[in-house]
């Protein structure tokens, strides 16, 4: 995951190696580092930090490393690295089946986002398109056994992964 943080480190000579030192040490790749040397307040100076790490639990250790070395972290954001889900799905498909598999989707752990396009055009065969981003491979393989599981006690097409 990459993380971008806010930090403010005491105003002394060795504080700006000391807060980047626990990302290395907890596998960490630093990305970019922004040191506002010029603007002192408090007898602290404001540093940003943009830093890959592979685990929410490294992130807690580079935080908990932060505590303890004092340094203050005013904001910290972390974005996932998400993979794409998509589907279409074409028979003879009702609103409330719809409901029951995007209800369905929506419990797996590390879903993101989800969005659904339903043609009711025609009277019988419908089309659904359902894409969304989640946050493991797990999740994924979760996702497609629950759609074929559907697709299949529903009598429906179901077509999977068109995109990137």
């Known amino acids: 995951m990459r993380v971008n943080a ?10 700006l190696i000391g807060a ?16 506002s040397r010029e603007k002192v307040s408090g007898g602290r100076i404001n540093v940003n930090v943009n830093f890959e790490i592979r685990t929410e639990k490294g992130l807690e250790l ?29 028979g003879s498909l009702l609103p409330d089946e719809m409901r029951t598999i995007t209800d369905g989707l929506q419990s797996l752990e590390g879903m993101e986002s989800l969005d659904l396009r339903y043609s009711i055009s025609g ?28 697709a299949k006690r529903m009598n429906l097409l179901l077509i999977r992964g068109f995109g990137d």
């Open 6 to 15: 806010d930090l403010r480190l005491k105003d002394m000579p060795g504080q």
């Open 123 to 150: 009277q019988k065969e419908r089309t659904a398109m359902i894409s969304g981003k989640v946050r493991s491979r797990e999740t994924i393989t979760q996702a497609n056994k629950l759609m074929a599981e559907r």
């Open 20 to 35: 980047l030192q626990p990302i290395s040490d907890h596998d960490g790749n630093i990305m970019g580092v922004l040191h």
């Open 62 to 90: 580079v935080l908990e490393d932060w505590r303890k070395r004092e340094v203050d972290v005013v904001r910290i954001d972390h974005l996932f690295e998400t993979f794409p889900l998509e589907y279409i799905l074409v």
